[in-house]
Each structure stands twice: as C-alpha cells, then as structure tokens.
C-alpha cells in the first residue's frame, strides 16, 4: 500500500474525461516501499502543493503502488522498472487520454508546484530532467550525480553487473 494520499492505480480507471479544453497531464510516480517517513511527509506536501498550482491544466496525479514479481529475464537493474512503467502507461492510458506524462520518483521532495504547467508552457515536443546532484560530499565526493544506476564506475557498470 502505497503512503502517498492522492489517486492510486486502483481508482484511476475510475476516472472520466471531463472534456475540459485545457492541457491534461498526467503525473506518473511509482511507489517505492520502505522510504522514510520523513521523505513520505514532504513528498506529499510537494504533491498536494502541485495539485493546488496549476490551474490552467487538467491534472492527474497516478501513484502505483502495486509490486510486480521480477521475471527471469529481468537481468539488469532497470528492466523491473522499465516494466512497472510500461504498466503505469497502460493503466493511465486505459482511464482517459493525456496529453502529457510526467514522471517524477517517489523520492522527490521539492520541485516548483507549478512544475507541469511551466513545463505545457515551453510547449517542447519533449522535456528531459535536469542534472540532478547530491547537495554536499556523496559516497563518491561533493556534488555527486543523483542517480548513477547507468553510469560506469571504475570499470563496472550498474546496467550490465
């Protein structure tokens, strides 16, 4: 179950186009089990302050908080996650159609609430994330990178253990 309290994977299908001619976007945040309490508190206050920030667009916020078993074939670290969000996708896409996807991990605390909206505005066909670093000295020195799953360090990569 997931500790988030916006819509859940369950309730989703449930929703209906409302016909509205804004922009819809759909948040995509897949649940991870055991994150601290405290991490769970602000990522919830960063979630109701986006749902309250961007009136201009239609706004769906999808948590799945469903596990999936690994499968044999899931050999390297993001063949899990490739898969529950491929899931996530069909799930939304099953509800109500969106204009945009939005990815955010379950992780993420602070981000402008009126990140999807500025984000409609620059009306690219496509956004990626910033470079995100570790404020302060990492496990691999000051200003790591957030996330090095797919990085190559000294001469082993956590794509291809």
Partial sequence: ???YETTKSSELSEMTQTGSKK???????????????????KANAALHALE???PDIDLTIF???KQIKSESHDRRP?????????VMLEE???????DYVLWLDSDLVEFPPDLPSQLVRAGCDGVIAPLVLIEGPGPLGI??????TAF??????????
């Fill in 152 to 161: 190559i360090r000294k001469g082993r990569s956590g794509m291809n253990p």
């Fill in 143 to 148: 200003d790591q990178f957030y996330d090095t």
């Fill in 92 to 98: 939304a896409a099953a509800g109500r159609r969106h």
């Fill in 78 to 86: 993001l063949s899990k996650v490739a898969r529950v969000r491929n």
């Fill in 52 to 54: 309250n920030s961007n």
């Fill in 1 to 3: 179950m997931s500790p």
């Fill in 63 to 65: 948590i799945f908080d």
């Fill in 23 to 41: 922009p819809s976007v759909v948040v995509m945040i897949p649940a991870r089990k055991g994150l601290h309490p405290a991490i769970v508190k």
